[in-house]
């Protein structure tokens, strides 16, 4: 994986190549290649170790021309960051093909293609698509007969383009488990791993469904579906509203992108939130039927989601009176797990393509889930689309790999969906109306916290020669506290861990001393005492403390603990209030690093693998 484009246009595609790269980049960025078929059907092609900018600088003293291309950038997973493992992948100089996904049986397909003479010069998985096209098309009339033949032989996940030097006026594109969309031009057509490569040149896109395989022309696009036969799939104006590829006035992406997340919010609550009245249909036709016999609910979600599907088991139980179980998805996938009656299952996903999120979903409705709910920022995109219901986040492209604003307006849907499940369950009016106010002052502390960036910036220096960091939380702080470690080890390369603050005794205190910062979320909550004696036992430890509290808890800094004051908030909110300053945190803490912040190493936007 990461990032395709391709094109059939009559005018030169290098360049619109490329740009759809830049905008993908964010979702790797260890290599990157391009290949065209100019007009004398000659396959041109220019591969660049790192970034997309190595890729664009080496175009500019060596041009290619041709209006049939392929383009990628690199995640590796199989071989190591190099010229050689990046795509397009060639065969016999004339077939070039670029792949997102795995291959599962790429060895047993690498030693048959050995055996008929090929020779491979990557160590790739994604160099067998290439010669078994070329080996197809030996027994094929056409390049789609024989890309259809090759998937046939594919076990694992693939979203792939191709491309025949010898028949320049179409491309072949076959998906499955890794998303792919066509755009429509005026006289050409595009595909894509994303819309967003591809935005500068058409607003108008079609998705590929699981098995579909398409034949792309400068004037028609035919698709065909799992059996061969053929099948149209909806073209839609793209409404997008924000097309991040612009940093603006900050320095990173990640930076702006926290910065956005009072506005974030605001656009997640516009249109949901009537006074103190949800509209239920905000989550889909038939949400009000569904919630209203719903009796347990399993999140499924990954990474940073998983963090924001813990906060919303502690929201379901308490205040919709409704069981909740939280689970990774890779883990869900792979154990033998027991439905509850009535159960929904709810996806949590920044793109909605997680590779293991998507497979965990099909997977609930084989073994009996009632139905499902997708939370996302991604319209159009798998979980949405297979999904019962569907909420959208409305948090604008998030480009920076580290999420910040998909994280806490992921949050504030799943408050949203306590309501819409708890008016159901017992939740008074009171409590509801006490929800809805407290999300419509959110925006609003979101700003006050941003505020404190000076602060947090001054107290970052802190960090600068330390290796690892402790932070403690309790309650629905817990898993507060376990984003804030994420975003520190994901971003800085800080080894940081997160416990709930009653397990220090149980272990985590030997590791405790005047090296290893521990930073603690304090709000003034009904645990708030707990977690002052949880922070006395650090103390008299030697430990050096970092504690975000408001002033109701009344922490005064000395010389073990500085007090970093947030502002007051009502409990429900909390954890999203205390999630800024954690950002904030972690984005100074690696400038001090010298590390790259909106592209840490060995880590991709879109995980669209197992």
């Known amino acids: 994986m990461c990032g395709i484009v391709g094109a059939v246009a009559q005018r030169d ?52 021309t041709g209006g049939t291309g392929i383009a990628h950038t690199r995640w590796a997973t199989h071989g190591v960051p190099s010229e050689a493992n990046a795509h397009p992948h060639i065969s016999n100089s004339t077939i070039a093909v670029v792949h997102n996904g795995i291959i ?24 067998v698509i290439t010669h078994l096209v070329h080996h197809e098309l030996k027994t094929s009339d056409s390049l789609l007969s024989a890309v259809q033949k090759t998937v046939k032989q594919l076990e694992g996940a693939y979203g792939t383009v191709v491309m025949d030097s010898r028949d320049k006026d179409n491309i072949i594109v076959a998906r499955s488990g890794s998303p792919l969309v066509i755009g429509y ?21 079609s998705y590929l469904e699981e098995g579909d395989v398409a034949q792309i022309s400068r004037f028609n696009v035919s698709i065909y579906d799992t059996n061969g036969e053929p099948v149209e799939r909806e073209a839609k104006d793209a409404n997008v509203s924000h097309d991040s590829g612009d940093k603006g006035e900050y320095r990173h992406y990640m930076l702006k992108e926290t910065y956005e997340q009072p506005t974030s919010v605001r656009n997640t609550l516009e249109g949901r939130l009537v006074g103190t009245e949800l509209n239920i249909d905000t989550f889909g036709q038939g949400a009000d039927d569904i919630f209203k016999n719903v009796e347990h609910v399993q999140i499924i979600a990954c990474g940073t989601s998983y963090h924001s599907g ?61 139905s499902s709910l997708s939370i996302c920022n991604v319209p159009g995109s798998s979980l949405v689309r297979e999904s019962d219901l569907s909420f959208m986040t409305k948090a604008g492209a998030e480009i920076g790999v580290a999420s910040t604003k998909a994280f806490t307006t992921q949050l504030v849907g799943l408050l949203m969906m306590t309501l819409a499940i708890g008016k159901h369950h017992g939740m008074s009016v009171e409590q509801q109306n006490s929800i809805a106010t407290s999300l419509m002052t959110l925006p609003n502390k979101l700003e006050e916290v941003l505020a404190l960036a000076p602060s947090i910036e001054a107290l970052a220096i802190d960090f600068a020669d330390k290796q690892n960091a402790l932070f ?106 205390y999630t800024l300053p954690l950002q904030l945190l972690s984005y100074y803490v690696a400038i001090i690093k010298g590390t790259d912040v909106d592209q840490p190493r060995n880590l991709a936007k879109s995980v669209t693998v197992e």
């Open 13 to 64: 595609v290098a360049d619109i190549l490329v740009e759809g790269l830049k905008r993908l980049e964010y979702r790797g960025y260890d290599s990157a290649g391009v290949a065209v078929v100019n007009n004398n059907n000659e396959l041109l092609t220019t591969k660049r170790l790192g970034k997309v900018q190595e890729l664009a600088q080496a175009l500019e003293l060596k041009p290619l």
């Open 472 to 577: 403690l939380g309790r309650g629905d702080q817990y898993p507060i506290a376990m984003e804030g470690a994420l975003k520190l080890k994901e971003i800085s390369y800080i080894h940081a861990e997160a416990y709930a603050a009653g397990e220090l005794k149980h272990g985590p205190l030997a590791l405790i001393d005047a090296d290893m910062p521990v930073i603690v979320v304090a709000p003034q909550n009904d645990l708030i005492e707990k977690l002052k004696s949880n922070v006395e036992e650090v103390r008299a430890r030697g430990g050096l403390m970092y504690v975000f509290a408001d002033s109701n808890t009344n922490f005064v800094s000395d010389d073990t603990m500085k007090v970093i004051e947030v502002p007051v908030c009502d409990d429900i909110i909390a954890p999203i209030v």
């Open 185 to 205: 031009g005026l006289g050409e057509n595009f595909i894509a791993s994303d819309i967003m490569a591809l935005l500068p040149v058409t607003r108008k896109f």
């Open 310 to 370: 813990m906060v919303a088991r502690y929201w379901l139980e308490a205040f919709a009176g409704v069981s909740c179980n939280i689970e990774i998805a890779s883990e869900f996938r792979y154990r033998k797990s027991f439905v509850p009656k009535n159960s929904m299952i709810v996806t949590l996903s920044q793109s909605g393509e997680t590779a293991d999120t998507l497979a965990a979903l099909r997977l609930a409705k084989e073994i009996g889930y009632k």
């Open 104 to 127: 599962e049986n790429h060895q047993t397909l690498r030693s048959q293609l050995q055996g008929l003479g090929y020779e491979f010069l990557s160590q790739t998985d994604t160099e």
